[in-house]
């Protein structure tokens, strides 16, 4: 039931569908100009006017749009693009009624998405300054060509804008406790107050964070420093990050230099801006060489490894869609001349990380008709079935209006060629 508060345009909440609450105030589903909303709800004595200031300064596609706000006699009301997850949704357990199992970028897309958004932020003279996967929102919206996933940041309850030196100064360091650059952690421990030192970080501080989101990304949800505050809190001073080495080296090595160590430079000085992180995250030339593996690995790899193989190399960032000279991609590759016994199983994780089931080569064959063409081992039919079940065109023609019937006929001699037509 939706109940109404005052302002110009009226913005309409539902008290009964609670999206989260916190120190900054509470937040439900709702509605604005007949759109769905996410409505923050803030009482007038708690609002913080430069999360207001913040947002309407920064429209950006990785940052959470701000639509309209107005107030009661009680509260200030913000509605807000509505996103479906955060990122900590991400790894709870299966059994957690609030994970999130839905679409998800690559990790190196994810990275590269935030890394956008915050060199933006940077750009509009404003400090986050409460970077956690809690305030990193997932956004799927459909298109004609399937889900769009957007990685966008949210939460400037604490953004605070800096001076030309890219310097901010604090009433206090209130970020999440396990998620601070060193240079404000120390102070913390220390006891120190603003008033003593006026300006107590940079731009760079966030930069350290997002390193940090970085890595709980690549290690599924743990800490690149430890597990246990008190633990963490005396690594992130030690510049001991214990966790790095967890991750996949080839991932580290394929980004120019170690990007994940610049990102995690204990001195903010030396430092990497947002701005270079963003640079060093094209993928460059060397990620071309591992798209043309993967394509060699599904046409020819028939060792149980395959499916492993498979993960390893799209979590380095290649694009899983990438085509040979003929227009032929890893599924046409897989369906074409890889006879492995766990086929299936390599149909079903390509599509799952993100091929399209119905690209065409450069004559116009999707991976159906080169499954017909040329496979003839025992558990065709169950192939065939999957790509059917996964939205593969079964009536798709090559450019010369062949469909994978013909194929199947032309040249397939299975033993099950009856049951493989019939179906």
Same mark, same amino acid.
């Not at 999360?51 to 009301?77: G, R, T």
């Not at 060199?119 to 400090?127: D, F, G, P, Q, R």
């Not at 604490?158 to 952690?185: C, D, F, I, M, Q």
């Given at each position: 039931?939706?109940?109404?508060?005052?302002g110009?345009?009226?913005?309409?909440i539902?008290r009964?569908?609670?999206?989260?609450?916190?120190?900054?105030?509470?937040?439900?589903?709702?509605?604005?100009?007949?759109?769905?909303?996410?409505?923050?709800?803030?009482?007038?004595?708690?609002?913080?006017?430069?999360?207001?200031?913040?947002?309407?300064?920064?429209?950006?596609?990785?940052?959470?749009?701000?639509?309209h706000?107005?107030?009661?006699?009680?509260?200030?009301?913000?509605?807000l693009?509505?996103?479906?997850?955060?990122?900590?949704?991400?790894f709870?357990?299966?059994?957690?009624?609030?994970?999130?199992?839905?679409?998800?970028?690559?990790?190196?897309?994810?990275?590269?998405?935030?890394?956008?958004?915050?060199?933006?932020?940077?750009?509009k003279?404003?400090?986050?300054?409460?970077?956690?996967?809690?305030?990193?929102?997932?956004?799927?919206?459909?298109?004609?060509?399937?889900?769009?996933? #957007?990685?966008?940041?949210?939460?400037?309850?604490?953004?605070?804008?800096?001076?030309? $030196?890219?310097?901010?100064?604090?009433?206090?360091a209130?970020?999440?406790?396990?998620?601070?650059?060193?240079?404000?952690?120390?102070?913390?421990?220390?006891?120190e107050?603003?008033?003593?030192? $006026?300006?107590?970080?940079?731009?760079?501080?966030?930069?350290?964070?997002?390193?940090?989101?970085?890595?709980?990304?690549?290690?599924?949800?743990?800490?690149l420093?430890g597990?246990?505050?008190?633990?963490?809190?005396?690594?992130?001073?030690?510049?001991?990050?214990?966790?790095?080495?967890?991750?996949?080296g080839?991932?580290?090595k394929?980004?120019? %230099?170690?990007?994940?160590? $610049?990102?995690?430079?204990? %001195?903010?000085?030396?430092?990497? #801006?947002?701005?270079?992180?963003?640079?060093?995250?094209?993928?460059?030339?060397?990620?071309?060489?591992?798209?043309?593996?993967?394509?060699?690995?599904?046409?020819?790899?028939?060792?149980?490894?395959?499916?492993?193989k498979?993960? %390893?190399?799209?979590?380095?960032?290649?694009?899983?869609?990438?085509?040979?000279?003929?227009?032929?991609?890893? *599924?046409?590759?897989?369906?074409?001349?890889?006879?492995?016994s766990?086929?299936?199983?390599?149909?079903?994780? *390509?599509?799952?990380?993100?091929?399209?089931?119905?690209?065409?080569?450069?004559?116009?064959?999707?991976?159906?008709?080169?499954?017909?063409?040329n496979?003839?081992?025992?558990?065709?039919?169950?192939?065939?079935?999957?790509?059917?079940?996964?939205?593969?065109?079964?009536?798709?023609?090559?450019?010369?209006?062949?469909?994978?019937?013909?194929?199947?006929?032309?040249?397939?001699?299975?033993?099950? *060629?009856?049951d493989?037509?019939?179906?």
């Amino acid at each position: 039931m939706f109940a109404w508060f005052w302002g110009g345009k009226k913005i309409q909440i539902d008290r009964n569908a609670l999206l989260g609450e916190g120190g900054f105030g509470t937040v439900f589903k709702g509605e604005f100009g007949g759109r769905k909303v996410a409505v923050k709800r803030v009482e007038l004595h708690k609002v913080d006017k430069r999360e207001e200031d913040a947002m309407l300064k920064l429209k950006h596609p990785n940052i959470v749009q701000l639509f309209h706000c107005e107030k009661d006699n009680d509260f200030m009301y913000y509605a807000l693009e509505l996103c479906v997850a955060s990122l900590d949704q991400l790894f709870l357990e299966s059994a957690d009624s609030k994970k999130y199992k839905g679409p998800m970028p690559q990790n190196i897309e994810i990275c590269r998405q935030l890394a956008v958004g915050l060199e933006y932020i940077h750009s509009k003279k404003l400090i986050h300054r409460d970077i956690k996967p809690a305030n990193v929102l997932i956004c799927v919206s459909s298109t004609g060509q399937g889900d769009n996933i #957007t990685i966008k940041w949210s939460d400037f309850g604490l953004a605070k804008s800096v001076n030309e $030196k890219g310097l901010h100064s604090w009433t206090g360091a209130r970020g999440t406790r396990t998620w601070y650059a060193p240079e404000v952690l120390e102070k913390l421990i220390n006891g120190e107050r603003a008033e003593q030192e $006026k300006f107590w970080g940079t731009v760079q501080s966030d930069v350290f964070v997002l390193g940090l989101v970085f890595g709980y990304l690549f290690l599924k949800g743990e800490h690149l420093y430890g597990s246990r505050e008190s633990e963490i809190h005396k690594n992130i001073i030690k510049n001991n990050a214990v966790n790095i080495q967890k991750i996949n080296g080839e991932l580290r090595k394929y980004y120019e %230099d170690d990007l994940l160590r $610049k990102m995690l430079e204990d %001195d903010p000085q030396k430092r990497i #801006t947002s701005k270079e992180v963003v640079k060093q995250l094209k993928l460059n030339n060397k990620l071309t060489v591992k798209e043309e593996e993967l394509r060699q690995l599904c046409a020819s790899d028939s060792s149980s490894g395959l499916i492993e193989k498979i993960k %390893d190399l799209i979590q380095l960032g290649i694009d899983i869609n990438a085509k040979d000279n003929d227009g032929r991609n890893a *599924l046409h590759h897989l369906c074409e001349k890889n006879s492995n016994s766990n086929l299936i199983d390599a149909i079903q994780i *390509l599509i799952q990380l993100g091929i399209d089931v119905n690209a065409k080569c450069n004559v116009g064959l999707n991976a159906l008709h080169h499954l017909c063409a040329n496979n003839s081992n025992s558990n065709l039919i169950d192939e065939i079935r999957l790509l059917i079940q996964l939205g593969i065109d079964v009536n798709a023609k090559t450019k010369y209006g062949q469909n994978a019937l013909h194929f199947l006929c032309w040249n397939n001699s299975n033993s099950n *060629l009856i049951d493989v037509i019939r179906l």
